[in-house]
């Protein structure tokens, strides 16, 4: 059974950074694709950013320069490092592992621009 947990969301100020991360139990996690999304309020989810188990990324024109997805294979956990944050970015942020037979979702967390 694979499950995600993600940690790091919180309040913070125009310009400032979070890192998020989300640490997956089980044993598919090395050759998954890792994800994090978004939902804001009124919106439907988006991608944020995306990371191969080859370590292949692609992110959202709206992060691209600011954000920056990384994974620890060792620990089974993914990053997400959010840089010059914008009001913008405020939704809750989704982990998801994408592998063949699996699309598994964290619970979310909340990242909160605001001044």
């Known amino acids: 059974q694979v499950q995600l947990v993600e940690s790091g969301g919180g309040l913070v100020q125009p310009g400032g950074s979070l890192r998020l991360s989300c640490a997956a139990s089980g044993t598919i996690f090395s050759i998954s694709t890792m994800g994090w999304y978004r939902q804001a309020p009124g919106k439907e989810r988006e991608l944020v950013a995306r990371?191969?188990?080859?370590?292949?990324?692609n992110y959202a024109n709206s992060v691209k320069g600011r954000f920056t997805i990384s994974r620890d294979n060792a620990k089974n956990t993914v990053y997400l490092q959010m840089n010059s944050l914008k009001p913008d970015d405020t939704a809750v942020y989704y982990c998801?592992?994408?592998?063949?037979?699996?699309?598994?979702w964290g619970q979310g967390t909340q990242v909160t621009v605001s001044s």
């Open positions: 990371i191969t188990s080859d370590y292949s990324t």
């Open positions: 998801n592992l994408n592998r063949q037979y699996y699309n598994i």
